[in-house]
């Protein structure tokens, strides 16, 4: 596993969740309690205009899980500050993970992911600690 020492927190919240900024605060002092840096957070909210409301649970994105706006803020912040992941307080499924990997050009984590510690999982440990059973070939 690869150590990380700085990041970026992010997370997708309805506009109903009125304790996002508590959430996104239980996960600084997660990633600082093992020994990270948190180097910027965003948020993005869904739910705020009359279309969202309907949608609130969903992603943005199937590719993403966020906006193509925030994602370019992310984008950008991750660039200028040379942060080592970025973590999502949301879950992600491989390919959004994936996906979010390959446009922010670091590894993406989520707050499941911590409790291995600040570290860069691999996919089958990624698959492993969310209850993924390994894919086996037939004989």
Same mark, same amino acid.
């Given at each position: 596993?690869?150590?990380?020492?700085?990041?970026?927190?992010?997370?997708?919240?309805?506009?109903?969740?009125?304790?996002?900024?508590?959430?996104?605060?239980?996960?600084?002092?997660?990633?600082?309690?093992?020994?990270?840096?948190?180097?910027?957070?965003?948020?993005?909210?869904?739910?705020?205009?009359?279309?969202?409301?309907?949608?609130?649970?969903?992603?943005?994105?199937?590719?993403?899980?966020?906006?193509?706006?925030?994602?370019?803020?992310?984008?950008?912040?991750?660039?200028? /500050?040379? @942060? $080592?992941?970025?973590?999502?307080?949301?879950?992600? *499924?491989?390919? &959004?993970? %994936?996906?979010?990997?390959?446009?922010?050009?670091?590894?993406?984590? /989520?707050? @499941? $992911?911590?409790?291995?510690?600040?570290?860069?999982? *691999?996919?089958? &440990?990624? %698959?492993?600690?969310?209850?993924?059973?390994?894919?086996?070939?037939?004989?």
């Amino acid at each position: 596993m690869t150590a990380i020492h700085s990041v970026i927190l992010a997370g997708l919240f309805p506009a109903k969740d009125r304790d996002y900024a508590d959430r996104l605060d239980e996960l600084q002092a997660q990633v600082t309690a093992l020994g990270g840096q948190v180097l910027g957070r965003f948020v993005q909210r869904r739910g705020v205009s009359d279309g969202g409301v309907r949608l609130m649970s969903s992603p943005l994105s199937r590719r993403f899980l966020i906006g193509r706006g925030k994602l370019d803020e992310i984008v950008t912040t991750r660039s200028s /500050t040379n @942060a $080592d992941a970025v973590v999502f307080i949301n879950d992600l *499924t491989s390919y &959004q993970r %994936r996906w979010l990997s390959t446009r922010l050009g670091c590894p993406v984590l /989520t707050q @499941a $992911d911590l409790a291995q510690g600040l570290a860069c999982p *691999t996919e089958s &440990q990624h %698959r492993a600690s969310h209850g993924h059973k390994p894919n086996r070939r037939r004989a």
